[in-house]
């Protein structure tokens, strides 16, 4: 399951292949009228805050202060904010030398970061407009769509980046402690293939996974406009994977050609969605709206399965249903950055930790469930 942003490209050796054996879960629907009653509201009500969600945009009241405005327009032209002067402002954002020989070209990890004259005019303009502002009793305000963090060795927002390395460390613990359960704990089949029927979906999960905190990672160390875009379409890869694996999973779907049409419709929504941000136009607001409906989704069906199975680790399941929901609570309710590193959006970061811990372990108990459930018929 998807708990907040990301996705991206993993290359590994061979094909995944699912099993071909057909085993069917006995699910007990015998839930009471009132359980199915607070499900109903439960999800009323957390759709009310997602629709809320989608209508939250916050204009950049920074960048249109005419003090910083000016600020920026001074910098570019002299490449000094007050005391401070940058030595790269006598090159453009491309890192082409505008004058003098190959020698006083742009240094490499310069270019690599693609710190560039504009980008230093405006870190260091904003920094001392939120001085003056915080000198007259006035809170921060965003800069470009973004709030006034400060750089810790030319990262742009540290706290977010070492909590998005935490997440891909505790996805990549979770993947391979499920790798080694079904290949070296559990039973294999006389082919070596393990027994659980969604195992091939469960490592491309969690590659996606790996790979959308590794970009969530980059971009918030530097945002330029390919970091971005590898951070949004990976997470939009991995919110649409999550919801197709809720499906194949509450439903038990085990055939593969109801699988495949389960996920066709859903893998040409989403691929079409990644390339209409990438090459045509990269909105926002219809990206937000894209996320929400495919995270809600997910949720409702995750939630709803947990209310009427009675699978040994179904608390579990809640937990990260409820958790994640109260978590997206953070990127409503928005606030600035204490002391200018720590923002709503890195507690986000922060609360998916825990909650991945719970994920990967509610899957492995799954996969056991599973299994022993399907040796007992063979027997």
């Known amino acids: 399951m998807y708990s907040v942003y990301q ?18 879960e006995p699910l007990h629907f ?22 809320y969600l989608v209508r939250v945009f916050e ?50 990890y310069l270019r690599w970061k693609q710190w560039d004259c504009q980008s230093d005019c405006r870190y260091y303009c904003m920094l001392d407009r939120e001085k003056e502002r915080e000198a007259l009793g006035n809170g921060p305000v965003k800069y470009h769509g973004k709030w006034p963090f400060k750089r810790v ?28 359960l079904l290949n070296y704990k559990l039973p294999l089949k006389p082919n070596k293939k393990a027994y659980y029927e969604y195992t091939c979906l469960w490592h491309i999960y969690g590659l996606l996974s790996m790979n959308s905190w590794f ?19 990976s997470a939009v890869a991995l919110l649409g994977f999550s919801l197709i694996l809720a499906i194949l999973r509450s ?3 085990r055939v593969e050609a109801a699988r495949v049409m389960v996920s066709a419709p859903l893998l040409a929504f989403v691929t079409t969605h990644i390339l209409y941000l990438n090459f045509y136009k990269f909105d926002y607001g219809w990206n937000m709206k894209v996320c929400v409906v495919m995270g809600v989704a997910q949720l409702l069906i995750w939630a709803i399965w947990a209310g009427v199975t009675r699978h040994p680790s179904r608390w579990k399941l809640w937990t990260v249903v409820v958790g994640g929901g109260l978590a997206m609570l953070l990127e409503i309710y928005d606030f600035p950055p204490y002391e200018g590193f720590v923002d709503a959006h890195a507690l986000w970061h922060a609360t998916t930790i825990p909650l991945t811990y719970i994920w990967w372990s509610f899957i492995k108990d799954d996969a056991e469930f599973q299994t022993a ?4 018929k063979v027997k």
């Open 373 to 376: 459930n399907l040796l007992k």
């Open 30 to 51: 015998h839930a009471s009228v009132l359980q199915i009653m607070m499900v109903d509201r439960y999800w009323i009500a957390f759709f009310a805050v997602f629709v």
């Open 7 to 24: 996705f991206h490209q993993v290359n590994y050796g061979g094909p995944l292949r699912c099993s071909d054996n057909i085993f069917r």
């Open 215 to 233: 970009w969530s990672a980059v971009f918030h160390s530097r945002d330029v406009d390919l970091t971005e875009k590898l951070d949004y379409s």
């Open 59 to 108: 204009a950049s009241v920074g960048d249109a202060d005419p003090l910083y405005r000016d600020c920026v327009e001074q910098c570019e032209k002299t490449g000094c904010v007050g005391e401070r002067c940058f030595p790269h402002c006598k090159f453009p954002s491309d890192g082409a030398v505008v004058d003098g020989p190959w020698y006083l070209q742009e240094p490499l």
């Open 251 to 253: 439903f038990n779907v």
């Open 153 to 180: 060795y030319g990262i742009q927002e540290p706290a977010s980046v070492a909590l998005s390395a935490l997440n891909l460390a505790m996805q990549f613990h979770g993947w391979l402690s499920f790798f080694i």
